[in-house]
């Protein structure tokens, strides 16, 4: 095992949240073994500096506020990722139901004068939106 990698890798996991389908591309990338990247994964696990719960978190919540995406789009993305179901859904049940309704209740309000149901049901499940939450909404406004 190159004994070189370790450092350099701890020192990118350290800089931001990894999971482990990048890290293990990233240790290939870096001239390791294909044999030593489970060894080094554990380690990394281990030591804190890979914990898939915490990217998850991590994930889910800056997607949800940054980008307003919602828990269908996460899901897949998260899944994409290597990300095990138990660990979605914990970070899935980290995003507060309150703040959620209210972002999607906010998006059709911007929507609202531009476009008809539809239109808005459309644009919010693309960006991960539950149709039946979405349509309950609309109503709700009754737009």
């Given at each position: 095992?190159?004994?070189?990698?370790?450092?350099?890798?701890?020192?990118?996991?350290?800089?931001?949240?990894?999971?482990?389908?990048?890290?293990?591309?990233k240790i290939?990338?870096?001239?390791?073994?294909?044999?030593?990247?489970?060894?080094?994964?554990?380690?990394?696990?281990?030591?804190?500096?890979?914990?898939?719960?915490?990217?998850?978190?991590?994930?889910?919540?800056?997607?949800?506020?940054?980008?307003?995406?919602?828990?269908?789009?996460?899901?897949?993305?998260l899944e994409?990722?290597?990300?095990?179901?138990?660990?979605?859904?914990?970070?899935?049940?980290?995003?507060?139901?309150?703040?959620?309704?209210?972002?999607?209740?906010?998006?059709?309000?911007?929507?609202?004068?531009?476009?008809?149901?539809?239109?808005?049901?459309?644009?919010?499940?693309?960006?991960?939106?539950?149709?039946?939450?979405?349509?309950?909404?609309?109503?709700?406004?009754?737009?």
């Amino acid at each position: 095992m190159d004994t070189t990698i370790l450092p350099r890798i701890k020192s990118w996991c350290a800089s931001q949240e990894r999971n482990v389908q990048e890290t293990e591309q990233k240790i290939l990338n870096l001239g390791a073994e294909p044999d030593d990247i489970p060894h080094m994964i554990e380690h990394l696990k281990e030591e804190g500096f890979l914990n898939p719960e915490r990217y998850a978190t991590l994930f889910a919540g800056s997607k949800f506020r940054m980008k307003q995406w919602g828990k269908v789009k996460i899901r897949y993305e998260l899944e994409k990722k290597g990300i095990h179901e138990t660990e979605i859904n914990t970070a899935l049940e980290g995003i507060e139901q309150a703040e959620y309704l209210r972002t999607i209740s906010n998006l059709i309000e911007q929507e609202a004068g531009r476009n008809n149901a539809e239109k808005i049901l459309q644009k919010l499940c693309t960006k991960g939106f539950e149709e039946e939450i979405v349509r309950e909404i609309i109503d709700h406004f009754g737009i």
